[in-house]
C-alpha cells in the first residue's frame, strides 16, 4: 500500500479478517489487548483524519487512553447476588493485571475523577509505568497469531517513545470503529467473566457490560445548571423555551455513536428535541449552531466542566464531530432537523469543520 492512497475495498476486507484472527486465535492472559485495540481506535478518531497515511502515537497518549478505559475496574465490582463477594475484577489470569494495580494508586487518595488524577505529583510516574507495560506487553503480543507474528497494524516500534500505525491501518480504524469497539469490549466481558478468579465476585448473573463500559455515571445534572443561563433557557435545538422539567441534556453526537462524555459535547435541550433526535447526527444547521456555541464558550465552561469531572479538549470535541459526520456523509445518513423531519447529509457540512 503506497502511503497515501485509501485501502481498497479488498484491502479493507482483509485488515478486519486480521482484526477477526486476533479475536478468534489469539491469546489472551491479560486484557490489555482488547485495551489496546480500543486505544488505538479511539486515537484515530481523535488525531487523526480519513487518508491512508500512517499515524505516528506518543506511547503516553496510548497509556492515557488504557488509564481511561480501565479506570472505573478501579472499584470492586458488586453484583449483589447472594453468595458473591465484593472485590475488584481480576484483570489477569495470575496475578493482577499491572496496569489495574497503577490506577488503583488513585483510588486510596480519594480521586474521584481522571481529570483530577491528572493533576497529581504521582501521574507523571503512572502514566511512564502504564506506557511501560504497553509497550513491553500488548505491543509485542496484540499480533502473535496461530504461532507467528503478523505486523498488520504497526511494526516493532524502533522507539520506546512512540508506535507508528501502518499505511492505511488509521483510516480502517476510523471506519471500522463500531464494529472493533463492539468486538474488543464483547472479548473483555467474556475473558473477565471466564477468568476463574472472578468467580465469587461475579455470581450467576451480572450486570458486569454496564459496570465495565456502560452509560456514564457521571451527573449531567450539574451540566443543565451549567448550560441552562449559557442557552438563555433555549432549547439547542428549536430555540423554544426550556421549562424546568422538560429539559434533557443531549450528547451532540449520540453516546451510542461514540461513548465518551466530553464537555462541548453536550447542549440542553427539550426531552420531546432529544428524544425526537434519537441517535440520529444533527442536521446541518444544528451543526453550524453547535460550532458557534462553542467558539464562544468560555473559560469558566471549560473550568466548571473540568471540575465536575468532564474531558474538556475542545479539538477532541470537534474531531469526534468531523468523524461521525464524515462517516454519515459517506454512508448517506440523514440529518435530523425537528421532530420527525429529517434531511440527507450533504457533503456541505464537512466544510463546517475546516475552519475549525
Ligand atoms: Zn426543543
Redesign the pocket.
Known amino acids: 500500500m503506497s502511503n497515501s492512497a485509501l485501502p481498497t475495498a479488498d484491502q479493507q476486507i482483509e485488515f478486519l479478517a486480521k482484526i477477526q484472527r486476533i479475536f478468534t486465535e489469539g491469546e489472551f492472559t491479560a486484557t490489555y489487548k482488547f485495551a489496546l485495540l480500543i486505544a488505538l481506535s479511539d486515537l484515530a478518531v481523535e488525531l487523526g483524519r480519513d487518508t491512508g497515511e500512517p499515524l505516528a502515537l506518543d506511547m503516553k497518549q496510548i497509556a492515557e487512553q488504557f488509564i481511561a478505559l480501565y479506570w472505573p475496574m478501579r472499584r470492586p465490582y458488586q453484583s449483589g447476588l447472594p453468595g458473591s463477594q465484593s472485590d475488584i475484577l481480576a484483570q489477569n489470569k495470575g496475578a493482577q493485571a499491572a496496569v489495574l494495580n497503577q490506577v488503583k494508586r488513585f483510588s486510596d487518595s480519594a480521586i474521584q475523577t481522571l481529570p483530577r488524577a491528572i493533576q497529581t505529583r504521582i501521574w507523571p510516574e503512572v502514566l511512564s509505568e502504564v506506557a511501560r507495560v504497553i509497550r513491553d506487553q500488548p505491543v509485542r503480543y496484540l499480533q502473535n497469531v496461530g504461532g507467528s507474528t503478523d505486523p498488520f497494524l504497526f511494526d516493532p516500534p524502533q522507539s520506546r517513545k512512540s508506535l507508528v500505525l501502518k499505511p492505511g491501518v488509521m483510516f480502517c480504524l476510523r471506519r471500522y470503529y463500531g464494529l472493533i469497539h463492539q468486538l474488543a469490549k464483547a472479548g473483555w466481558i467474556d475473558h473477565v467473566k471466564s477468568n476463574k478468579l472472578n468467580a465469587t465476585v461475579i455470581g450467576v448473573t451480572d450486570d458486569l457490560e454496564s459496570f465495565m463500559f456502560g452509560a456514564s455515571r457521571q451527573s449531567l445534572s450539574v451540566v443543565a445548571d451549567v448550560l441552562r443561563p449559557l442557552q438563555n433557557d433555549r432549547?439547542?435545538?428549536?430555540?423554544?423555551l426550556?421549562r424546568r422539567e422538560s429539559a434533557e441534556v443531549d450528547h451532540f453526537i449520540a453516546w451510542a455513536r461514540y461513548p465518551r462524555d466530553t464537555a462541548h459535547n453536550f447542549v440542553l435541550?427539550?426531552r420531546?428535541?432529544n428524544n425526537a433526535k434519537r441517535d440520529i447526527l444533527a442536521a446541518e444547521r444544528h451543526v453550524e449552531h453547535w460550532l458557534d456555541r462553542n467558539a464562544s464558550l468560555g473559560d469558566d465552561f471549560v473550568s466548571t466542566m473540568q471540575q465536575s469531572g468532564f474531558v474538556t479538549d475542545l479539538n477532541t470535541s470537534i474531531s469526534v464531530a468531523r468523524w461521525a459526520y464524515q462517516q454519515g456523509v459517506e454512508n448517506s445518513a440523514h440529518g435530523w432537523v425537528?421532530k420527525k423531519v429529517l434531511e440527507n447529509l450533504g457533503a456541505s457540512c464537512l466544510d463546517l469543520f475546516s475552519g475549525s
Open positions: 432549547c439547542f435545538y428549536c430555540s423554544g426550556l435541550a427539550h420531546s428535541c425537528e
